[in-house]
């Protein structure tokens, strides 16, 4: 029988809503051939109080594996407890999600178990048994669709692509002692910046402040946009402003920075440079706030405003603040 | 100090992308091919090491065709002090591509082996650590540096909400992001230079690959987007659109 799993992040104790995508995504995949969902739940001590929410997502089985080691992402760990238990079970398919953690992980794991890794699905699609894999390619500006001729096939899933789907279900829970090895990646130090703000590759809503913000010290009304959607939102920005030294790269969309999917992707005072537009063009809703109407931004934006940042973004944002609270 | 250095040829990003008639390649013509800018940032860094240093070797290794020559001789004239051409067509495999880079390093005394995160067109974000692991070396991935002390490499990664000072001991792999420093561009001189430095040749040991390319298509292209109005006074519209129409909030 076909099986596919699910490797489930979490972090400090809750299940990321990728975990809720990529068990979800399983499940289909896994239904569509009638076959088990399972998803690999990794952690500290206490880490199997959230394999009930996995099955909630589609797991028939939640296998959990708790050392001290796994408490925190750490290479080495997590790819060996991963690899040695695939090893051992045997899934048609592997699932990871591609956030920065899946991203590292997902290709240690391939090259231990020696198979291929199809990164950043945006769609997976099975056709009796063979399995139908479409990824960005060229940032963006072409789609590949591959087939993975290899058992298990590996694959990482673009964040916010795959809808999660909460039904009623309940999991068979199944722990394991997992094999860690050793870690010669050491964690020296971490540096807090801004304090558990959402990634910009993860997050649903996107806020992107381009040249056009005229300065750091401006970004005030951006921040106050992406509080207004209430911890959904994150900021982005253009490579402009990254170069300026204005915003850290972390938040960098577009071809050398980061690919993002949001539903909603807001766009102040960016011009819509193709390397840009590479890095934001599967949004679900892109909205264009420019001064310049003949700026590029504006072809790809379901949603464009003319007009001053300095005027409309705060106006904007007591819209969202009196219409979300 | 032994820094090697694994680039690729890339389409520039700014080529428009055009796929041929046989629906699984790009229209070539008429695109230039650089190098692929994350693996620059790995040149640049692995150039500062070495001139901090005082000594060391720094050498550009690709898997590619013929014409990834051109891009090997980019980094010599950027500094490197010669480079290496395995012969091969590199496809969407990345397991593959790895093999061959890690069979031609296994032996070769890096003390540091350095990638791009990404290549800017399969996009994959993966060879760096698969030859990390198939070389049993420990890897460091989307580092904005890498600094070497007593045998240890040390890098700062961005990571949410913060950076994280990581660290492992030499030999290591570490793939490289956008960081503090902007990558040289090549001097008349360095480009004279590099044509006397030297590049070796050999076939790549690359295996068929076990990711087949069904089709290339381009994306879906988004709908004809609308102006909803001019200033501040075109919020309130543009509110109602994305609560009714677009649904996002
Ligand atoms: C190899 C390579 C890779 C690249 N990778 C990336 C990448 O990953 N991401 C990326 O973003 N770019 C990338 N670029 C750069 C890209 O080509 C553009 O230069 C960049 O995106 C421009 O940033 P911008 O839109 O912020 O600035 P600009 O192009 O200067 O646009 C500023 C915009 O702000 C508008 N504006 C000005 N004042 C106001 C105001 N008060 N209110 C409202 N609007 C205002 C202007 O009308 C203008 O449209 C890359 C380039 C290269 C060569
Ligand atoms: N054909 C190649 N030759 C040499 N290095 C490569 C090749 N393909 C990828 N790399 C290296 O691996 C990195 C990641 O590539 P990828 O996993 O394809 O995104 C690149 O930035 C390069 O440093």
């Known amino acids: ?325 | 100090m032994k820094i090697y250095v694994c680039i690729k040829r890339v389409p520039d990003t700014a080529a428009r992308i055009r796929i041929a008639s046989d629906g699984v390649s790009i229209d070539a013509a008429g695109v230039k091919y650089i190098i692929s800018p994350y693996d620059e940032f790995a040149i640049e860094a692995a150039l500062r090491l070495k001139e901090k240093q005082g000594e060391g070797e720094v050498v550009a290794v690709t898997v590619g065709s013929a014409a990834a020559a051109e891009q090997l001789r980019g980094a010599l004239a950027m500094g490197a002090d010669r480079a290496i051409l395995l012969k091969g067509e590199p496809g969407w495999d990345g397991l593959e591509t790895a093999r061959a880079l890690a069979a031609a390093l296994r032996d070769a005394g890096a003390d540091l082996i350095l990638f791009g995160m990404k290549a800017v067109d399969s996009d994959q974000q993966q060879v760096g650590p698969m030859v990390g692991e198939m070389l049993d070396l420990p890897c460091i991935t989307v580092a904005a540096d890498v600094e070497v002390e007593d045998g240890i490499a040390l890098c700062h990664r961005e990571v949410e909400g913060g950076v994280e000072v990581l660290e492992a001991p030499l030999p290591a792999v570490v793939t490289m992001t956008k960081g503090a420093i902007e990558p040289r561009y090549a001097s008349l001189k360095g480009i004279m230079a590099a044509k006397k430095k030297p590049l070796e040749e050999k076939d790549a040991q690359l295996g068929a690959g076990r990711i087949r390319l069904e089709k290339l298509s381009l994306p879906a292209d988004r709908k004809e987007g609308r102006v909803v109005g001019e200033g501040p006074d075109a919020v309130a519209e543009l509110v109602r659109l994305l609560r009714e129409e677009a649904k996002v909030i």
């Open chain 1, 1 to 325: 029988m076909a099986t596919v799993l699910a490797i489930a992040e979490q972090r400090d104790g809750s299940l990321r809503r990728v975990a809720h995508e990529t068990v979800t995504a399983a499940r289909t995949l896994a239904e569509s051939v009638g076959g088990e969902t399972h998803a690999l739940l990794l952690g500290g001590a206490g880490v199997e109080s959230l394999a009930p929410e996995l099955g909630r997502f589609g797991a028939d089985t939640v296998h959990v594996g708790t050392a001290d080691v796994l408490a925190d992402y750490q290479p080495d760990a997590w790819a060996s407890a991963v690899a040695s238990f695939v090893k051992e079970h045997g899934f048609d398919t592997v699932l990871f999600a591609a956030t920065s953690t899946g991203r590292d992980l997902a290709p240690r794991v391939a090259a231990r178990l020696d198979v291929p890794l199809a990164s950043d699905a945006v769609e997976l699609e099975t056709e009796d048994r063979a399995l139908r894999i479409t990824r960005p390619v060229y940032a963006g500006k072409a789609m590949a669709t591959v087939v993975v001729d290899a058992e298990p096939r590996l694959v990482s899933l673009r964040p916010n692509v795959f809808t999660p789907i909460e039904r009623a279900g309940a999991a068979t829970v199944s722990s394991f002692q997992p094999v860690t090895g050793e870690s010669r990646v050491r964690l020296r130090e971490r540096q807090q910046a801004t304090g558990g703000q959402l990634d910009v590759g993860e997050a649903t809503i996107v806020i992107s402040g381009g040249r056009g913000m005229q300065g750091p010290e401006r970004w005030q009304i951006l921040e106050e946009l992406r509080d207004a959607f209430g911890g959904r939102a994150a900021l982005g920005a253009s490579r402009a402003v990254v170069d300026a030294g204005w915003r850290p790269h972390a938040e960098q969309v577009g071809q050398t920075g980061k690919t993002v999917a949001p539903a909603l992707y807001i766009a102040v005072g960016i011009s819509g440079a193709i390397q840009h537009l590479a890095g934001m063009r599967t949004a679900g809703t892109i909205v264009a706030i420019n001064k310049d109407p003949d700026a590029p931004i504006f072809k790809v934006a379901d949603y464009g405003i003319v007009g001053d940042a300095f005027e409309v973004v705060p106006k904007l944002a007591e819209a969202i603040r009196a219409h979300v609270t």
